[in-house]
């Protein structure tokens, strides 16, 4: 496939007018927008039938516009024009094994298409294709891969569960040590609490015993004058 030939001159240093980015901006805000969803692969079973979503999105609305689906970016599998947003599709062609199953007269301007009795030769890469002439003809694509599988293969979740349970026993581990590490430092200050308990009343009887000041056993009062 030949390319155009990307201009290397020199930039010109002169900045476009403050008015033309101001409409560039608007410009962008009213862009048409063409989505698949959140993921753009899909898997299919041989010989089953398979959804190929698409919507789109435009601020200013539509008049007579186009959406083709397309096969691998070449083969044309499904035409359709919607007149406007009270109007559902007009089908324009498409393959047999196509059919039309999005709305556009709903909130979402949806033009999903049903692929039937999908085979191996199928999968490939679906694109979504959008022309809304009310846009000065703004055109926009989104695509989504399609993989078709003899039969579906259940994940193996046993490495998940052997992590979640370590993990989930590392962090019971964890909380119980917190909680005896409490019960010891508890203990342990209630058992200095006692023993300074102790200390001072020993003291106290001691000081009895021998007299000393602070004994009011041994306290005499001052003589007269």
């Known amino acids: 496939m030949q390319q155009a030939g990307l201009h290397t001159g020199a930039v010109s240093s002169l900045s476009p007018p403050l008015s033309l980015l101001g409409l560039h901006v608007f410009a962008l805000a009213f862009a048409l927008e063409v989505s698949v969803g959140k993921t ?67 909130k979402d301007n949806n033009i999903s298409i049903l692929l039937k009795n999908v085979d191996f030769s199928d999968a490939g890469k679906y694109t979504c294709h959008v022309k809304n002439p009310k846009e000065k003809d703004a055109q926009h694509n989104a695509t989504i891969f399609l993989t078709v599988v003899q039969k579906m293969v259940e994940a193996d979740n046993t490495v998940t569960l052997i992590i979640v349970g370590v993990v989930g026993g590392l962090i019971g581990l964890l909380i119980l040590f917190m909680l005896v590490k409490r019960v010891v430092l508890f203990i342990i200050k209630k058992t200095q609490d006692g023993k300074k308990e102790c200390l001072v009343s020993s003291s106290g009887n001691d000081n009895t015993e021998n007299g000393l000041a602070g004994s009011k056993a041994e306290q005499k009062a001052p003589p007269k004058a």
């Open 40 to 106: 753009n692969t899909v898997m299919a079973l041989n010989n089953s039938n398979v959804l190929l979503p698409c919507t789109f999105t435009t601020c200013i609305g539509f008049q007579d516009l186009v959406f083709i689906w397309y096969f691998n970016s070449t083969e044309m599998i499904y035409h359709g024009k919607i007149k406007n947003k009270a109007s559902e599709p007009l089908l324009v062609g498409r393959n047999p094994r196509v059919e039309f199953v999005g709305s556009t007269t709903k």
